[in-house]
């Protein structure tokens, strides 16, 4: 049994537009937030783990690990990762890693700056995490991509653009009161039906927005939580990390993500759990039929049942599993970077008690997050859990 | 004590120009080497971190991770890790400490496609390892950094161009009978002082090359190398990571490299060595004035010291402390993200006699390798030692 990795403070900024902020800009702000949240000094940090994807293209910056290190006040290794919009969830998990190697003290998060350049260069950009020779040079962008993978799903397992209408109502639902959010506007499923088409079957609020923002999360072990007597309430229990062929015309089955199936396994196996222990989640719906392939990929729900499931209101904030309960990604936002480490921020908010829905899930102890990259090429899923 | 992290197996490409091969078919045949070598099956393989900093410029292709593990065989999690020019190095880091953290079997290594772009455009695209906003704005590219930095050195320390021309003519030489060097040619210090400037005081011949290139290390647990039987020589016995801010304005002193003090020492501490150990080094001579700070740093010889030890000879293949026995970044070529894990490659040869070179230090037990990102801003270095 390997022990829990303890969050001991969590930050991230306001989701949204703010193209005069620099990606250095947002995550110190984000950093400097779980550093107070935590109570611990950026000169404890051991390690730095650090999510961004598109940074070449929006600022014409790599390497930003030692970047970020430097401008949150932390002397240590740190090492930027890029799994396309899984890449702060993949941080995490190898914060998580870290910790269980022995370090005390780790800093996990990401930053991403989108809306700095227009719509269609961040498109193109966001491209670059599909396969360059077999798809983006077929005219794959992601729209698209997630569009095929929608239109299967209907073809495999039925279900219509309007059961899909009802995930984004709902992520927009619960947004509302989330002052972090880029959309704090309630939809219904007609404005979902009626906006403009982006990729068949997709309309606009099928797809989450581009967005600027950080995400940060301090990582401490267990000996350094109770010798510093940290009030940390949640840890991260469960792991889990799985790759996948970039190109979807590879894959066995277009509707199915099997990184997840096999993430989330790694992720029940580490913390002993199984789905049905699960009481609320944060999962990955960049697009609609995203957050539909999530549920059925973790084992929440059979193969081409969670559609119905979204119908149904089965994973509203009063269902029997509600899921993203922060907005998600489409009402949230998506600064693809930050987007893991934003996950493990409102999940620990929603397990700690503050956050603006954790009332309405106070009997919840176990979240669990999912994060994904590319058409998931890339995924990374993690279990959290109220300590005492 | 923490165990050894045995090197199972190596591969590299030749080092130059190969403008038709991509990114992924160079790693493919660097890791199937590696593969070959160590007689272990893709499958077997855990975890895969992988070095790659300018894949968005050259090919448009980010998420590289689970695209090379796809092209390996290998279907495990997979991380992308950009640290620029120390991306590999910082990648055998992470696959040392999975190892140690309880994993068998882990890939590492990196692949940069670089000469199917122009060399300003290379030069460019190299820049986002520099800071965007302090540095590259102010017209900063790395032949003009690191003359900063040699200006800074000569006026600090002492030394002049042509002491530094040593290091260039002693790589080249060291390269002769190395069939993976991208340059196989004498030089000699007035080729060095006569050739084009390429930013004072550099010539043409203190610059490394832009190289296509890749390079892979299977990484296995002690406990495996046992239970397989496998004929691992070489072993991983210390590892050490830091980082610094990537703008050289901040820096205290402009000729110091602390990120690389502090990555040796903690190498050094870990496999439980001094420099004086060390029988045969790789260093990152990005630019000749490079291979002299980096001796400096990782304690070999005092500030100020390593450039009269350059022109003295003492670190030529026949000297006190043989360096870059490869050619080095100069004439072996430096494909950027592949380096490190180049340097991994060609010192586990050299250390188990199978090197062109190995003949010259047959005696050698303990080698040291040192990869840098940007002006030192990333640095990992590692200890390897030979096992019986």
């Known amino acids: 049994m390997v022990s829990d990795v303890h969050i001991a403070g969590v930050g991230m900024t306001a989701f949204g537009a703010s193209p005069e902020r620099t990606a250095r800009d947002m995550f110190a702000q984000a950093a400097g937030e779980a550093f107070d949240d935590?109570?611990?000094?950026?000169?404890?940090?051991?390690?730095?783990?650090y999510g961004n994807f598109m940074g070449e293209f929006a600022e014409v910056q790599g390497h930003q690990g030692p970047l970020m290190a430097d401008v949150v006040g932390v002397s240590a290794p740190s090492t930027r990762i890029d799994s396309a919009c899984a890449s702060s969830g993949v941080a995490v998990r190898h914060g998580v890693n870290r910790i269980r190697g022995g370090a005390d003290v780790v800093l996990v998060g990401g930053s991403e700056r989108m809306k700095n350049i227009s719509t269609a260069e961040g498109t193109e950009a966001l491209s670059a995490a599909a396969d360059a020779l077999w798809e983006v040079k077929a005219g794959v962008t992601f729209p698209g991509a997630y569009s095929l993978m929608a239109n299967s799903y209907f073809d495999e397992f039925g279900g219509t653009r309007e059961d899909l209408a009802h995930v984004a109502v709902k992520n927009h639902q619960n947004a509302l009161e989330n002052d972090l959010a880029q959309f704090q506007m309630a939809i219904d499923v007609d404005d979902v039906l009626e906006a403009p088409t982006v990729s068949s079957p997709f309309g606009l609020y099928d797809c989450s927005p581009m967005s600027d923002g950080a995400s940060a999360a301090l990582l401490v072990s267990e000996a350094f939580a109770e010798e510093h007597g940290l009030d940390t309430d949640v840890a991260i229990t469960g792991t889990g990390q799985a790759s996948d062929g970039l190109a979807l015309q590879d894959r066995v089955s277009?509707?199915?993500?099997?990184?997840?199936?096999?993430?989330?396994?790694?992720?029940?196996?580490?913390?002993?759990?199984?789905?049905?222990?699960?009481?609320?989640?944060?999962?990955?719906?960049?697009?609609t039929i995203a957050e539909v392939l999530a549920l059925e990929s973790l084992g929440f729900y059979e193969p081409g049942e969670a559609i119905t499931a979204a119908r149904e209101g089965e994973t509203t904030i009063d269902g029997a599993l509600p899921v993203n309960l922060s907005g998600g990604l489409k009402a949230k936002g998506h600064p693809v970077g930050a987007t893991g480490g934003a996950q493990i921020s409102e999940m620990t908010k929603l397990l700690r008690g503050d956050h603006v829905n954790s009332d309405a899930v106070s009997d919840a102890t176990v979240g669990l997050t999912h994060n994904a990259g590319g058409t998931v090429a890339s995924c990374a899923v993690h279990v959290l859990e109220v300590v005492e």
């Not at 396994?265 to 719906?285: F, L, N, Q, S």
């Open 38 to 49: 935590a109570g611990i000094d950026p000169d404890a940090v051991e390690e730095l783990f």
């Open 254 to 287: 277009i509707p199915e993500t099997p990184a997840a199936v096999e993430a989330g396994e790694a992720a029940y196996e580490d913390a002993g759990i199984t789905p049905e222990d699960v009481d609320v989640a944060e999962v990955h719906d960049c697009f």
